[in-house]
C-alpha cells in the first residue's frame, strides 16, 4: 500500500515540476513567479506569448500521455498480450491514414478528424485481430501482424503526403508527431474526447480485471466475455485515435507506461489505470521538453526520442517473456 501511495505521489510531484519547467524554458525564459503573476494579470508580454504557443503544447502533451497509455493498458487487457499497444499494432498508423486521406481529397471536413482517426483506427485494429486469429490469439503472432499493418498504413500515410503538398502540410501532426504551433483550439478537441475516453476507461477496471482469467471460466461465471472486449477495444481505439489525430504518432508509450506501472503498483486496473494515465503524461511531456531544450534552436520531436527510448525496451521485453516463445 505504501509502495502504491509513494509511488503515486512522486510521479504526480514530477508531473508538476516538468510541467512547470516546461513552461518556464525554452527560447522566451521567465521566471516562475512572473509566469504566475504574468497568467492572472496579462500584462507580461512574454507570458503572453507563452500562454499562447507554450501552454498549449504542454497540455496536449500531457493527454496525449494519458491517452496512449491507458489505451496500452486496455488493449493489453483484452488481447492478454503483454507487447499490446496501440503504436506497434497499428492502430495509430491506420488513424493517422485515413485522417490524412480525407483531409486530402475533402479538407472542408478537417473539423470532423477526430472521427476519420477513430474510423482509422478501428480498421486497424480489426485487421489485426481477424488476421492473428487461428484458433485462437497467439502473441508473437498477433506482434508480427500488427508490425506489417503499421508498415503498410504508415507507407500509405508518407505516399500521400509525398503526392500532394497541401496533404503533407494537413498531415504533418499525425506523420511528424510534432507538437509545435498547436492551438487552443486542439486543446479543446483533445480534452473534450480524452476526457470521455479516459472516464470510461476507469469505469471498466473490472472487466479488465476479470479478462485475466480463462475465457471458459469467465463463461461458466456468466460473464460475457465478447461484449466486454469489444466495448474496452472501443474505448482504447477511441483514446489512441484522438491522441493520433492531434498530436501525432507515438510508438512505445502505452508499452512502456503499463509495465513500469505494473512494477510500481500491481496489477489491479482500478489502480494501474489512473496511474498510467499520470505517469504517460509525464513521459510525454519530459520527452517534448528535451525536444525543444536538449539542442536548441533545434527541435527534436518528441516521438524520436519516445523510439529511441522504447526501441531497446521493447527488445528487453521479448527477451524477458516467457508467454512470447511458448517456452
Not at 516562475?32 to 492572472?40: E, M, N, P, R, S
Not at 471458459?216 to 485515435?241: E, H, P, W
Not at 509495465?259 to 511531456?285: E, M, Q
Request: aromatic content about 10%; proline content about 3%; overall charge positive.
Amino acid at each position: 500500500m505504501y509502495k502504491k501511495l509513494i509511488s503515486f505521489i512522486a510521479v504526480i510531484g514530477l508531473l508538476l515540476f516538468v510541467s512547470l519547467y516546461s513552461m518556464i524554458t525554452g527560447s522566451i525564459e521567465v521566471g516562475l513567479g512572473d509566469l504566475i503573476t504574468g497568467l492572472f494579470t496579462g500584462t507580461n508580454e512574454n507570458v503572453e506569448i507563452i500562454k499562447d504557443l507554450r501552454l498549449p503544447r504542454i497540455i496536449i502533451a500531457l493527454f496525449a500521455g494519458a491517452c496512449l497509455s491507458v489505451s496500452g493498458v486496455l488493449l493489453q487487457a483484452v488481447l492478454r498480450n503483454p507487447l499490446a499497444e496501440p503504436g506497434i499494432i497499428g492502430v495509430s498508423s491506420g488513424a493517422g491514414f485515413v485522417s490524412i486521406l480525407m483531409i486530402t481529397f475533402f479538407p472542408t471536413l478537417y473539423f470532423y478528424t477526430p472521427l476519420f482517426s477513430f474510423i482509422g483506427g478501428a480498421a486497424a485494429f480489426l485487421l489485426v485481430y481477424l488476421f492473428a486469429w487461428k484458433s485462437g490469439l497467439d502473441p508473437l503472432r498477433m506482434i508480427l501482424i500488427g508490425v506489417a499493418i503499421n508498415a503498410l498504413f504508415t507507407g500509405l500515410s508518407q505516399l500521400l503526403s509525398a503526392q500532394n503538398a497541401s496533404s503533407l502540410m494537413s498531415g504533418i501532426s499525425v506523420d511528424a508527431s510534432t507538437l509545435t504551433m498547436k492551438t487552443w483550439d486542439d486543446v479543446g478537441i483533445i480534452t473534450l474526447y480524452g476526457t470521455i475516453g479516459l472516464l470510461l476507461s476507469l469505469l471498466l477496471y473490472a472487466w479488465c480485471n476479470h479478462l485475466g482469467l480463462k475465457d471458459k471460466t469467465l463463461r461458466n461465471l456468466g460473464f460475457q466475455v465478447n461484449r466486454a472486449r469489444f466495448i474496452i477495444s472501443v474505448v482504447a481505439v477511441l483514446l489512441a485515435s484522438i491522441a493520433t489525430a492531434i498530436a501525432g504518432m507515438f510508438t512505445f508509450v502505452g508499452l512502456l507506461v503499463p509495465h513500469i506501472g505494473r512494477v510500481l503498483v500491481g496489477n489491479d486496473h482500478k489502480v494501474l489505470i489512473p496511474f498510467s494515465a499520470l505517469a504517460g503524461a509525464l513521459l510525454i511531456v519530459t520527452a517534448d521538453t528535451l525536444g525543444r531544450t536538449i539542442m536548441a534552436p533545434i527541435e527534436i520531436p518528441a516521438s524520436i526520442i519516445m523510439a529511441v527510448i522504447g526501441g531497446p525496451f521493447l527488445i528487453f521485453l521479448l527477451r524477458k517473456s516467457d508467454r512470447i516463445y511458448g517456452n
